[in-house]
């Protein structure tokens, strides 16, 4: 996964990301499954990869925290362990953080932002993290969100003695390589399954459906670019030095990185490649006669 990775970034933009049916579709027609032999055959890499330390709060609204809080932990020592590839969710008990399984049934404690204040409710009902998440977000705005050790203290000292209960915090550690945001996915059967498995491939012999995979496994990867837009532009260049030969292609490649460096100090931005479209003759440029120059003014003056 990791060489995929640097041979995509080097000769395109990175592996693939894939945000719907559409892409899933393109991919399953384009797969030539005769050439995809190694072993566990029909299998290429893409982009997604499993970020276990990816940690955020329910409530995604960022105005709602300072860099720091939002970074804000509180672990008992030795968590979050993420055992059994299964703890993706955050439980508070005494004070302390805990990562477990989703699917426990817990109690759990909302809050209501109102502005800059922030009402803590304690739920005595038992819920998935996710029944809970629903739950708050009816009720009240959210699970709780806790940014500091004020708050984890008033959290605590609403719960029932030893009791442990849901907090907003939960882990969405699929990521894509180039940085996407995509929520997509598009698993195959019982899928993702391994505790080491933290690399996604398609199985083009399944549909395209995805499995994770340890990262050290050689197969095919898919790349990809965006698209690429080109336009011609018409250019007239007025010479300094009678003696100097604009079809020399050491002046042409210096008018050329001149003209690049104009658009970045324009704040044009990505990859942006130039050349000259040689003409018949097999010139890029060719003297301007006088009724052309005429022309030219006239038109200037309109």
């Known amino acids: 996964m990791t060489e995929a990775q640097s041979y995509c970034r080097e000769k395109y933009t990175d592996l693939a990301t894939i945000d719907n049916m559409e ?7 384009m797969a030539d499954l005769s050439r995809m032999v190694y072993p566990y055959p029909h299998r290429a890499w893409i982009g997604l990869y499993d970020d276990v330390n990816s940690w955020r709060w329910s409530l995604s609204d960022r105005s709602f925290y300072t860099q720091e809080e939002a970074e804000f932990r509180n672990w008992t ?33 909302c809050m209501d932002v109102r502005g800059s204040n922030v009402t803590f409710v304690f739920i005595n009902k038992t819920m998935t993290w996710t029944e809970a998440q629903s739950y708050c977000r009816a009720n009240h ?15 605590t000292e609403l719960l029932p003695s030893g009791q442990d209960v849901w907090i907003g915090l939960f882990r969405d550690s699929w990521k894509w390589s180039d940085g996407s945001n995509s929520s997509f ?47 011609v532009v018409r250019v007239r ?25 104009k658009l970045k100090d324009k704040g044009v931005d990505g990859d942006v490649k130039l050349s000259w479209r040689k003409q018949s003759d097999g010139k890029v440029f060719h003297k301007e006669k006088e009724t052309e120059k005429k022309t030219t003014k006239k038109k200037d003056e309109l």
């Open 185 to 231: 996915r598009y698993w195959n059967e019982v899928e993702p399954n391994g505790n080491t498995q933290n690399c996604v491939a398609a199985n083009f012999g399944y549909h395209g459906k995805w499995e994770d995979w340890t990262c050290n496994w050689r197969r095919a990867f898919i790349c990809y670019s965006p698209p690429v837009s080109k336009k």
């Open 237 to 261: 260049l007025m010479k300094k030095s009678s003696s100097l030969d604009l079809n020399d292609p050491a002046v042409m490649e210096d008018i050329l990185r001149q003209l690049k460096q």
């Open 141 to 155: 705005t959210d699970l709780v969100s806790v940014r500091n050790m004020e708050e984890n203290q008033k959290v």
């Open 77 to 109: 020592s030795g968590e979050p362990n993420n055992k059994d590839n299964r703890q993706y969710c955050a439980l508070i008990k005494d004070g302390q953080w805990n990562d477990v399984s989703c699917d426990f049934y817990r109690t759990a404690v």
């Open 23 to 29: 892409d899933v579709n393109l991919l399953n027609s």
